[in-house]
């Protein structure tokens, strides 16, 4: 696969410099990520910056071996923020993730605010509502066409 490393090595220069510039303004920053796997089981972190309206997206991020919190945290601070010239200690004020207990343990170990997902929280709250009206949708039926199946013989029997 071909892959323009000289577009990617600006896109990251840009990126460094922009960093570099809200820095010196005195601002800092917020990250959401979640961990994501592929179809061929490959695992991935996608981690975002925010700040304020804007907000930049540093890629993935492979993650190999195990996803504790401990290797999480190693992989978002020495793989991706340093890299762009951001430290999770003073330039990081908050995180967003979804409620996974691996992830709920990084927000516990970071030196930082956390914050979880609401929207996420509200997407496994209606899978939930969806998947137990699936599984009470057959008990409903049977009751349902066992009522019908009565109804229909007593109107059969009150035209007779």
């Given at each position: 696969m071909y892959c323009n490393t000289n577009f990617e090595n600006t896109v990251k220069a840009d990126l460094i410099i922009e960093f570099?510039?809200?820095?010196?303004?005195?601002?800092?920053?917020?990250?959401?990520?979640?961990?994501?796997t592929s179809q061929k089981n490959h695992r991935y972190l996608n981690l975002n910056v925010h700040h304020k309206e804007?907000?930049?997206?540093?890629?993935?991020?492979?993650?190999?071996?195990?996803?504790?919190?401990?290797?999480?945290?190693?992989?978002?601070?020495?793989?991706?923020?340093?890299?762009?010239?951001?430290?999770?200690?003073?330039?990081?004020?908050?995180?967003?993730?979804?409620?996974?207990?691996?992830?709920?343990?990084?927000?516990?170990?970071?030196?930082?605010?956390?914050?979880?997902c609401f929207?996420?929280?509200?997407?496994?709250?209606?899978?939930?509502?969806?998947k137990n009206n699936i599984e009470r949708g057959d008990e409903l039926q049977e009751i349902t066409s066992n009522e019908s199946d009565t109804d229909d013989e007593d109107t059969n029997d009150t035209h007779e």
């Open positions: 570099e510039y809200l820095k010196k303004q005195g601002k800092r920053f917020a990250l959401s990520f979640d961990e994501w804007k907000h930049f997206n540093l890629g993935l991020i492979r993650i190999h071996g195990s996803s504790t919190a401990e290797h999480i945290i190693s992989l978002i601070k020495k793989k991706t923020l340093e890299s762009f010239g951001l430290y999770s200690d003073t330039d990081i004020i908050g995180v967003t993730t979804d409620g996974a207990s691996v992830m709920v343990k990084v927000g516990k170990l970071m030196s930082c605010y956390q914050q979880l929207v996420h929280g509200l997407q496994l709250a209606v899978i939930d509502i969806c």
